[in-house]
């Protein structure tokens, strides 16, 4: 299914001709500071159709103060005042505007979310960046989602977005037959709904629960604890929530594919590690990777020789020294790889190398060898 082009470019600037009226000459580039700085507290007279737009229109103001001003004045009109105008806006950037301005009230992103005027590409933003209500909001528009599947990958990286409704749109796309196989966890969800692949036989965490390890999987244990409260009122311990370490060894295999993908460092270290391969791979496929990373695990023996060989495949990872040479001392390397790492070394560590028994013995005489036929060369 081929995506829509979205009809403008996500943050393109508002044009004046959304300013009426007065506010034309208040609120515009050439309007004088005082007067800008008026409109953006709103502490000028106008009704809610005139000022709205003239505060969006400042959001996006050179100066930051004008910016922030009316952000705050945004946010602190009552969705009754709100709402109708956004319900009646018709211009997609207005729209987009307003998402960017409002993704933190929650009543006003639901309002911009469901309204039919919003362009496919400012839902794909709302999608990564939304309170847990509004993502499920959007991705309860099926049309939508399939029209421009790329508000589903979008909710998949959003870790406020409940696992239930990513699987949910997954199956939705796999039925569909739109091709989301870029996207880490798609394929092994659409292997296991086709029949080509067992089903998962963990049932994994709640939404509740996984929402929980969410916030641990990204360093904000307090509020993991806040989330998972007991219904009276009284908050869990850290010790009633679970470790995140005991939560991982609970999910299911899409929801650790998941986690791998939006966690933090501490979560992919213990995820590279796991049995299931396909839940280590997704690890090397977070966008949140880093070269420190990579060359930690290239160093951990303990790693699967797959996961190992995949890291020395990668041409971009590879340009790094040290991730180089720890492939070279590590065993489980593909030999042809170690070998051609192997001369990319200093002469200290390739004395290193020829002198250590933690390496493949191959790399280790070819390494000795490479050394005394340098010396050679020297006399």
């Not at 501490?266 to 690890?283: E, G, Q, S």
């Not at 930690?296 to 190992?308: G, R, T, V």
Request: hydrophobic share 45%; net charge positive; aromatic share 4%.
């Amino acid at each position: 299914m081929a995506n829509e082009t979205p009809p403008f470019v996500s943050g393109t600037p508002l044009q004046p001709h959304v300013l009426q009226g007065p506010l034309l000459g208040l609120a515009g580039r050439d309007a004088p500071l005082p007067a800008r700085q008026r409109v953006a507290r709103a502490a000028l007279p106008a009704p809610p159709d005139v000022l709205v737009p003239a505060l969006l229109f400042l959001t996006q103001d050179p100066e930051i103060e004008i910016r922030k001003l009316a952000k705050e004045s945004l946010a602190s009109m009552p969705i009754e005042v709100l709402g109708p105008v956004l319900a009646a806006m018709k211009e997609p950037a207005l729209f987009d505007t307003a998402a960017r301005a409002l993704i933190r009230v929650p009543k006003a992103a639901r309002a911009i979310a469901l309204n039919a005027g919003c362009a496919d590409d400012t839902l794909r933003w709302m999608a990564s960046a939304a309170d847990p209500d509004t993502v499920q909001a959007i991705g309860r528009n099926h049309v939508r989602a399939l029209r421009y599947p790329a508000i589903i990958e979008a909710i998949y990286l959003n870790p406020l977005a409940p696992q239930s409704l990513v699987q949910d749109l997954f199956d939705l796309a796999v039925r569909a037959g739109v091709n989301l196989d870029h996207v880490p966890g798609f394929r092994e969800a659409k292997a296991m709904l086709v029949g080509e692949e067992p089903a998962d036989e963990e049932k994994g965490l709640s939404d509740a629960e996984f929402a929980s390890a969410m916030l641990m999987a990204m360093g904000q244990g307090e509020r993991a604890i806040h989330h998972a409260e007991n219904t009276d009122g009284t908050a869990t311990t850290e010790r009633e929530t679970g470790s995140l370490a005991a939560l991982l060894s609970r999910m299911s295999v899409a929801q650790k594919i998941r986690i791998a993908m939006v966690g933090d460092a501490a979560t992919r270290k213990l995820l590279i590690r796991d049995p299931k391969k396909m839940v280590a791979f997704a690890v090397l496929k977070s966008p949140r990777l880093t070269e420190g990373e990579i060359t930690a695990f290239a160093s951990n023996k303990a790693l699967s020789e797959d996961i190992l060989a995949s890291i020395a495949r990668n041409r971009q990872w590879t340009k790094d020294y040290a991730t180089r040479k720890a492939l070279v001392f590590i065993p489980k390397t593909p030999l042809s790889l170690s070998m051609q790492f192997l001369r990319t070394l200093s002469q200290k560590d390739m004395k290193d190398c020829s002198g250590s028994r933690d390496v493949n013995p191959t790399v280790a005489r070819t390494a000795k060898r490479i050394l005394t036929e340098a010396n050679e060369k020297k006399g």
